[in-house]
């Protein structure tokens, strides 16, 4: 910490499973390293609660963050840590994310006790999802498959698939990861088998827009590379409506092993339906700005919807 810094004494929101307390725990030691004093505030969201339907069907991403949203506007917690890819395109008006930390692992994960791969599933396996990009990527894959609703936190959904609810499921890499569980890995899907998820793999942290020494006190965790990366991701996903209810899969990744500035965007749509075949497209450009990284995002969605993609 700089001289001219001072601590600040700090409450981070944080969702109770194991992972979102794994995430809040893992930027809370980045600050106590910085001499912050930093404490958590568990907290139970709608989302956690609202299991047994799909989150396109009772309102989206938001229901993760809401809760944690009220307690900072409140003053019970200055700071939410959340998956990027969970977090809504457009915050409530009071709210910014601060920063974007550096970028796990960002692909997709098949997990089954039986089968080693999506290959070697029988035909007309079951498997489970609730996100409706893996949904149309599988079955752009296999069209044969039976895709079932899959909701709950990491541990639970694990605990359907050994109790034979599935024949295999589809997670986060990062979140299996991060928790130790990378046995249960049978198979990391590449981005050209099942593109990832706009902001998939980041973890992005949420403030009050006026907390200027909150924000200024984050900066020292944020990764250039991986904020640009998700800019573009997430203006893909603002561009075709911005939610869960939009098949749509976003990923970026830096020339060269990141050692140029060039971003090379990738997207796919999908209609959930089968009605239309999946629509891709790419772009390339030099970014060194979020308005560049987002300029980039938009041309990929002109692209997207000249093809027949729609929000």
């Known amino acids: 910490m700089s001289n001219n810094a001072s601590p600040l004494a700090l409450t981070i929101a944080t969702r109770e499973s194991r992972l979102a307390l794994w995430q809040a725990t893992h930027v809370q030691t980045l600050l106590l390293q910085r001499g912050h004093r930093v404490q958590l505030l568990g907290m139970t969201t709608r989302g956690d609660q609202i299991l047994d339907r799909s989150l ?40 910014t994310l601060a920063c974007v930390l550096p970028r796990g692992n960002p692909c997709d994960a098949f997990v089954s006790p039986r089968y080693a791969s999506l290959d070697a599933l029988p035909h007309g396996a079951c498997v489970g999802t609730s996100s409706l990009r893996r949904q149309v990527l599988l079955h752009h894959l296999r069209p044969d498959l039976r895709i079932k609703p899959l909701r709950g936190n990491l541990d639970t959904r694990l605990r359907k698939l050994d109790e034979g609810q599935f024949d295999a499921i589809v997670l986060a890499a990062t979140g299996l990861e991060r928790l130790g569980l990378q046995a249960r890995i049978r198979h990391i899907f590449t981005p050209e ?40 991701e997430r203006a893909v996903s603002r561009g075709l409506g911005g939610s869960c209810s939009v098949p749509l899969a976003a990923h970026a990744v830096w020339a060269e092993g990141g050692t140029s500035d060039q971003l090379w965007l ?17 772009a390339r450009a030099q970014v060194t700005s979020t308005a560049q990284a987002e300029a980039l995002g938009e041309q990929v969605v002109a692209q997207l919807r000249s093809a027949g993609a729609a929000a």
């Open 56 to 95: 396109s069907k009772v309102g989206g991403k938001g229901l993760f963050v809401k809760e944690l949203e009220a307690a900072l506007l409140e003053g019970r917690a200055q700071l939410a840590v959340h998956s990027l890819k969970d977090v809504p395109m457009d915050l409530p008006a009071g709210f």
């Open 266 to 282: 990738r997207a796919a749509w999908g209609d959930v339906h089968g009605r239309q075949p999946l629509v891709q497209a790419q």
């Open 193 to 232: 088998q099942m593109l990832p998820a706009a902001g998939q793999g980041a973890l992005g942290v949420e403030v009050r827009s006026d907390d200027a020494q909150l924000i200024a006190a984050l900066q020292p965790l944020a990764d250039a590379p991986t904020w640009l990366a998700t800019a573009a």
